[in-house]
């Protein structure tokens, strides 16, 4: 009697972390099936039948970076406040991407930076996974409105795509060599930007 199926010869999570740091130094276009199978220690046939392909890989890297390396986003998220929101986002964001041990930047942006024609799928999936974070920051700023903390005058999707250009561009110095210090003085001027709460008017007896 055959066994059924082939037992992995690998730990998956294991490496998709090596995949993540391989994507993240080297990006996407830049990391060849050899360098992946060299970093993970794997055969072809045996990252084909885990991953599907070199995308696939990619792609199961990036949805393991946004739960683990990205987790803070759930915390910014629950702030009480819409500012709150943002300042955490943004503060905690320079910490991730300049974490000490770990490549500087972000990688859903270095992933993705340097992509040709053939990469239409990797560009259209990380397009997807901002959009989606935009959305979630707008439905969050949404709320803020309908709770009065933000002014009805203001735009959700418009302040939601503010923290993400704010975020991607911090993402890029980080890469580019600029300390956490610096970016943390880029972030707070850029939260000047962004709208306070709403005092709160009490109800007082007539």
């Keep these: 009697m055959s066994a059924k199926g082939r037992p992995r010869e690998f730990d998956v999570d294991e490496a998709l972390d090596r995949a993540i740091e391989l994507f993240w130094r080297q990006g996407y276009e830049g990391t060849s099936l050899t360098d992946l199978t060299d970093a993970l ?119 939601a795509r503010y923290l993400s250009t704010v975020s991607a561009g911090l993402a890029v110095q980080a890469a580019a060599g600029a300390s956490r210090e610096e970016l943390r003085a880029v972030a707070l001027r850029a939260l000047r930007g962004f709208p306070a709460s709403q005092p709160r008017i009490s109800q007082q007896p007539a």
Excluded: H
């Excluded at 397009?127 to 707008?138: D, L, P, Y």
């Design 41 to 159: 220690e794997i055969t072809r046939p045996s990252l084909y039948r885990a991953f599907g392909s070199k995308e696939g890989a990619f792609r199961l890297a990036v949805d393991r970076y946004a739960r683990i390396d990205m987790a803070y986003v759930e915390d910014a998220l629950a702030e009480p406040t819409a500012y709150g929101t943002a300042r955490r986002y943004l503060l905690d964001n320079v910490d991730a991407i300049t974490t000490p041990g770990r490549p500087p930047g972000c990688l859903s942006i270095q992933g993705g930076l340097a992509s040709g024609p053939a990469d239409a799928g990797v560009v259209r999936y990380l397009e997807e996974r901002r959009a989606e974070g935009q959305a979630r920051f707008a439905a969050r700023f949404a709320a803020a409105i309908e709770a009065g903390d933000l002014s009805p005058s203001e735009d959700p999707a418009e302040l």
